[in-house]
T-cell receptor, first 109, second 115 residues
Framework: GIQVEQSPPDLILQEGANSTLRCNFS?????LQWFHQNPWGQLINLFY???GTKQNGRLSATTVATERYSLLYISSSQTTDSGVYFC???????????FGTGTRLTIIP | DAGVTQSPTHLIKTRGQQVTLRCSPK?????VSWYQQALGQGPQFIFQ???????QRGNFPDRFSGHQFPNYSSELNVNALLLGDSALYLC?????FGQGSTEAFFGQGTRLTVV
């Protein structure tokens, strides 16, 4: 099956800093989603981005499908951005999402 | 617009018992998927239900079974519970377009502890 790798595994930043999270995948995809998992376990949808670039406030994401990677950018980090960020992908003819191992982001006041 | 809702939020069971978890999909969605997330790991796909049938299954034993009702809500049943079944169980809903996975929205999860 498809392999999904996220980097870095852990990231600690001061409030106000910018960060870039990366997701590499091993096959063509027709679905790519970025999630933020809050401390209570809920997965919050950030972006549905199988290709191209999207922005939502301080967050933006870019997926280069031909090179099999996606990037999540967080600017001017706030403490509420802390948590685990997951990338999940789906492939053609396959109903499931395959998740990466996540990036744990900690924002220090 | 109600999102995906799951019940219960927390559950403690004894080894060997059976458990049923419930999920109501986001309004307008017709497909429900279940995932298991062990501590420190990403969610793993259990199975997906569409038109009241299991459409795809992940690498989970037959002790894990499910059901989808005509109103698209779903249940996950786990029999003969093992300590290793302790995890966060997540339900996701989506809309079927017949071309593989589409944007999924997740519930808040049910945290199952087996003692």
């Amino acid at each position: 099956g498809i392999q999904v790798e996220q980097s870095p595994p852990d990231l600690i930043l001061q409030e106000g800093a910018n960060s870039t999270l990366r997701c590499n995948f091993s096959d063509s995809v027709n679905n790519l989603q970025w999630f933020h998992q809050n401390p209570w376990g809920q997965l919050i949808n950030l972006f549905y981005i199988p290709s191209g670039t999207k922005q939502n406030g301080r967050l933006s994401a870019t997926t280069v499908a031909t090179e099999r990677y996606s990037l999540l950018y967080i600017s001017s980090s706030q403490t509420t951005d802390s948590g685990v960020y997951f990338c999940a992908v789906g492939t053609f003819g396959n109903e499931k999402l395959t998740f990466g191992t996540g990036t744990r982001l900690t924002i220090i006041p | 617009d109600a999102g995906v809702t799951q019940s219960p939020t927390h559950l403690i069971k004894t080894r060997g018992q059976q458990v049923t978890l419930r999920c109501s999909p986001k309004s307008g969605h017709d497909t429900v998927s279940w995932y298991q997330q062990a501590l420190g790991q990403g969610p793993q796909f259990i199975f997906q239900y569409y038109e009241e049938e299991e459409r795809q299954r992940g690498n989970f034993p037959d002790r894990f079974s499910g059901h989808q009702f005509p109103n698209y809500s779903s249940e996950l049943n786990v029999n003969a519970l093992l300590l290793g079944d302790s995890a966060l169980y997540l339900c996701a809903s989506s809309l079927n377009f017949g071309q593989g996975s589409t944007e999924a929205f997740f519930g808040q999860g049910t945290r199952l502890t087996v003692v």
